[in-house]
């Protein structure tokens, strides 16, 4: 009876052992080496109804969900995998810092290594906001946002900029609101959002290939927001890939998409818009790790971008500023000179 009780215990001690030393290794490998993943997205369903286009593309790296978290070594190791990569610009998602960081030199000696391979443009999360708000300077100062620039990132903190990177023009933006719950019920756009439907409203506007980066997915695949907004590009992160991924099944946690989330890392078409959602670099420190889910760098090859379109459609406006603007100062000097007419003719009676 005592040698079968021994020898049960014996075997339960060999499971465990044979359960945990997997599980934990599942665990160090979500927290240490980054890899590399390469996604390529092809746009030439842009193409015009006539006339020769010239295609370009453009190599992105883009990461995100760092958490302030720095890996062992460093985190050199993700500037080195960049580096390796040689990316025309490089797409910062957000959350790359935590609201009770000690101060920002985590994040900003990230984009100061960063910044010195491509130019950065790095989008505000969710953590981002909270802390700003949380350490905001009493002339209202962000000091993340200077820390960043001053590194030499731009910032995107629900704006957005236009870009030329070697003859290729894109514009790249950010929104930390979600693109579909912008109207009320009767279609009335909500106060509050008022900002990022205007900003959603100039975003839209150009013919340059449309780059944006939200706080996550949820942005995009609820609503109508993929067939009202004319967005090419939706990068995001937030979902941490399923956070714990089990092996053939997928991602396990995904937030408002509940368990098992059909977005929550890769490439996807959604109407007329690609999304694509990066599993990041770290996790929040809480109850639940990262489980077999590797820090992600992500390589992005955008193909066939129509910048004679772009170049086209903003040489044409530009023009009509000119021509408005050659317009309004020879309404002007016609005014001036009808005015110095009549008061010439005061002056003779």
Not at 266 to 276: M, R, T
Request: hydrophobic content about 35%; some cysteine; aromatic content about 10%.
């Amino acid at each position: 009876m005592f040698r079968n009780l021994i020898h049960f215990i014996f075997v339960l001690f060999v499971l465990a052992a044979a359960v945990a030393f997997p599980a934990r290794w599942m665990i160090e490998r979500s927290y240490h080496d980054p890899e590399t993943h390469y996604y390529r997205i092809e746009d030439r369903d842009r193409k015009p109804d006539s006339g020769e286009i010239e295609h370009d593309s453009l190599r992105f790296a883009v990461v995100s969900d760092l958490y302030n978290y720095v890996f062992e070594g460093g985190n050199s190791a993700i500037a080195q995998k960049v580096s390796d990569i040689s990316p025309d610009a490089i797409l910062v998602c957000g959350n790359m810092i935590t609201p009770d960081a000690s101060g920002t030199s985590v994040v900003s000696g990230l984009v100061k290594s960063l910044s010195q391979i491509a130019p950065v443009y790095y989008s505000y999360g969710e953590e981002e906001i909270k802390y700003a708000k949380a350490h905001l300077a009493e002339d209202g100062t962000d000091p993340l946002r200077a820390a960043i620039e001053e590194a030499g990132g731009t910032v995107l903190n629900e704006e957005y900029k236009d870009v030329s990177l070697y003859g290729v023009l894109f514009r790249v933006g950010s929104i930390h609101q979600q693109a579909y719950e912008l109207q009320n019920l009767r279609g009335e756009v909500k106060k509050r959002f008022q900002g990022t439907w205007d900003l959603l409203n100039k975003f839209q506007d150009t013919e340059r290939f449309k780059i944006l980066m939200t706080d996550g997915p949820e942005s995009f695949i609820y609503g109508d927001a993929c067939e009202k907004w004319s967005v090419d590009l939706v990068v995001s992160g937030k979902t941490l890939g399923g956070k714990a991924v089990i092996p053939f099944k997928g991602g396990v946690f995904g937030g408002s998409q509940g368990y098992f989330p059909e977005y929550v890392h890769g490439l996807y078409k959604k109407g007329d818009v690609i999304l694509f959602i990066t599993s990041g670099l770290s996790a929040p420190e809480d109850m639940i790790p990262r489980f077999n889910n590797p820090p992600e760098v992500v390589v992005m090859d955008i193909n066939g971008i129509d910048s004679d379109t772009a170049r086209k459609a903003e040489e044409e406006a530009e023009k009509a500023r000119k021509a408005e603007k050659k317009k309004k100062e020879e309404e002007k000097k016609k005014a001036e000179e009808a005015k110095k007419e009549s008061d010439g003719n005061d002056g003779e009676s």
